[in-house]
């Protein structure tokens, strides 16, 4: 399973996008991309996931470049309660959920 | 709608003591069960998975075991705890032909005394 590399923590106001980025060199062809978000004391709720190019929902969108070794989530226009540790994941569409949870990214949204 | 619960929220314990963490999971079937360990500002580390009733893998040597008896239901358990068992447990689930998403319970806060 490709390890992934994504900053330690990131500070942004309320009402900027914020965008984080993440490095899989490692992704191999049946993997998939997918972002987790984790408040204090919760369990790790998904945000959005990809194969390639973009995908977007009503939450996130989320930048895969052709070669699929970095992607990028954005989020539009936070608020206080999108404070959180976000989490880049690898998973393989086969042999169940197996993935390699790294320590995440800690967004900071000041008012 | 699917489901899981994880009980209880949060547990003390001494050390030496025995421990039993419940997760179930409603609104479907056969699915592929997961216990996860989180150090405080760490990642989740997996330590047992199963696909089916009485299938059980573990990803790591530990103190603890898991336990499937019936299909819906994962237990985790230790017959004495260490120091170092404190941590947030949390279970998930992901469907049996869905490999590429899990869904997690809100977790168990277990700190050993």
């Known amino acids: 399973l490709a390890k992934t590399t994504q900053p330690i923590s990131m500070d942004s106001y309320e009402g900027q996008e914020v965008n984080i980025t993440c490095s899989h060199n490692n992704i191999a062809t049946n993997d998939y991309i997918t972002w987790y978000q984790q408040f204090p004391s919760q369990g790790p709720r998904f945000i959005i996931q990809?194969?390639?190019t973009k995908v977007t929902n009503e939450v996130a969108s989320l930048f895969i470049p052709a070669d699929r070794k970095s992607s990028t989530l954005s989020l539009p226009r936070v608020s206080l309660s999108d404070t959180a540790v976000y989490y880049c994941?690898?998973?393989?569409?086969?042999?169940?959920?197996?993935?390699?949870f790294g320590a995440g990214t800690r967004l900071f949204v000041k008012a | 709608s699917q489901t899981i619960h994880q009980w209880p929220a949060t547990l003390v314990q001494p050390v030496g003591s025995p421990l039993s963490l419940e997760c179930t999971v409603e609104g479907t079937s056969n699915p592929n069960l997961y216990w996860y360990r989180q150090a405080a500002g760490r990642g989740l580390q997996l330590l047992f998975y199963?696909?089916?009733?009485?299938?059980i893998s573990s990803e790591v040597p530990q103190n603890l075991s898991a336990s499937r008896p019936q299909d819906r239901q994962f237990i985790l358990s230790s017959k004495k705890l260490l120091l170092s068992d404190s941590g947030f447990y949390l279970c998930a689930w992901s469907a049996v032909d869905g490999n590429t998403e899990a869904f997690f319970g809100q977790g168990t806060r277990l700190t050993v005394v």
């Open positions: 994941l690898v998973v393989r569409n086969t042999g169940g959920f197996k993935t390699i």
């Open positions: 990809g194969y390639k």
């Open positions: 199963s696909v089916g009733i009485g299938q």
